[in-house]
């Protein structure tokens, strides 16, 4: 899978040859969306190939990594592409995966278009309002904000009735999805239930790539990189924030209702600081500033997660070696990766040694 960012990079300071920085992050149309296409087929045939009982745990373990990927891919709007780091997007998680608790009929399956609405709803409406308050901070500052939010969206849930308190609520049957048809499409099978998050996962990945071609997604960019040129340019830059604020708590919302419907089940937890923290990761391994890099990042760290936990009961110590040699050895994050291996060809070394040479020889003729 290819990085799409559209950021621009620093030049590498290590002595080995390097290729010019914005070579390193863009690449051509064709080789991203081929690498799009790939990831796609491949995750198309996961289900026709794990057709057996004992490989439906597979195919719901993809199901959740996919609902992880939605969910860092709306945190790497406002890390990636925006400059506002967040360590409270998991209340929108939460809140939509509270809404659709509760909206949820108890004694038969609800209509799953309006559920989603609902879920995803109530996840924008947090953002607009915790959006209008913490973008009038920055730095570190913002970064505790959005903390404090979620923490008290936290509490809400935990120390409170309103759904079950510490306990959590239950959704006793999944949701039905009718479309112009009398009989409504049930997703109790895990295969149906991966293809509808499969679909999420596609549309929130094309969603984002329109967003981020588009007017607004270029005025957020250039936010991120120079908020006063552009204030001075004229563009109303809260309203940008605010704008991409409100668009990433609502994807968040989408990861937060499909992770309710698969599990079945809602608790406090989802929307504690650990979550935030985990998105983070997610972003942070994958690669900030390319919507490939997030979904990079959530199936490697869930993935790696569940390996490690089948290997003892200490994963996170595994885990946390694992994101620090990541980090350190892959600045620009997994998605990387190829270009790091091309520019360590030996060929394109050996071209890099030539040129250097060819290079100091010229200005020593220049000197002399």
């Known amino acids: 899978m290819q990085s799409d960012s559209t950021t621009p990079s620093t030049p590498s300071t290590s002595s080995a040859p390097s290729m010019p920085a914005d070579q390193e ?3 051509p ?3 991203a969306a081929a690498g799009w296409l790939l990831a796609l087929a491949v995750l198309c045939a996961v289900p026709l190939v794990l057709t057996a009982d004992s490989h439906k745990y597979y195919v719901e373990l993809l199901s959740k990594v996919m609902i992880m990927a939605i969910f860092a891919l709306s945190l790497q709007l406002l890390i990636g592409y925006t400059g506002l780091v967040s360590l409270g997007h998991a209340a929108y998680f939460a809140m939509a995966a509270y809404a659709t608790a509760m909206l949820a009929p108890q004694s038969e399956p609800g209509n799953g278009w309006l559920l989603l609405l609902g879920a995803v709803g109530a996840a924008g409406l947090l953002a607009l309002v915790v959006g209008a308050l913490v973008l009038r901070t920055r730095g570190i500052y913002f970064i505790m904000v959005t903390l404090a939010f979620a923490q008290m969206v936290y509490f809400v849930f935990h120390d409170t009735k309103i759904a ?3 306990d959590g609520t239950y959704i006793y049957f ?3 999805f009718g479309l112009f048809s009398e009989q409504p499409i049930t997703v109790n099978d895990p295969v149906r239930f991966y293809w509808l998050v499969l679909a999420a996962l596609v549309l929130t990945v094309a969603l984002l790539a329109l967003l981020l071609r588009s007017r ?5 960019v250039g936010i991120r990189h120079n908020e006063q040129r552009m204030r001075a340019a004229g563009y109303a830059t809260y309203r940008y924030q605010l704008g991409a604020f409100v668009a990433g708590g609502m994807l968040a919302g989408l990861a937060g209702y499909l992770y309710a419907i698969q599990f079945g089940f809602v608790n ?11 998105a983070m990761l997610m972003v942070i391994l994958g690669g900030v500033g390319s919507l490939a890099g997030a979904v990079l990042g959530a199936f490697s760290f869930v993935l790696l997660a569940e390996w490690f936990g089948a290997l003892t009961k200490h994963w996170q110590l595994l885990m946390g070696g694992f994101i620090i040699a990541a980090v350190a050895l892959l600045p620009r994050g997994l998605v990387s990766v190829p270009a790091v291996l091309r520019h360590r060809s030996p060929r394109r070394a050996a071209r890099a040694r030539h040129d250097d040479g060819a290079g100091s020889n010229t200005h020593s003729r220049e000197v002399a």
Request: no cysteine; hydrophobic share 35%.
């Open 25 to 27: 992050v863009r690449r």
């Open 216 to 220: 607004f997604g270029h005025a957020l």
């Open 174 to 176: 999944r949701p039905e």
């Open 29 to 31: 149309a064709w080789l």
């Open 268 to 278: 406090p937890e989802i929307a504690s600081w650990h979550q935030s923290g985990n």
């Open 164 to 166: 079950g308190g510490s």
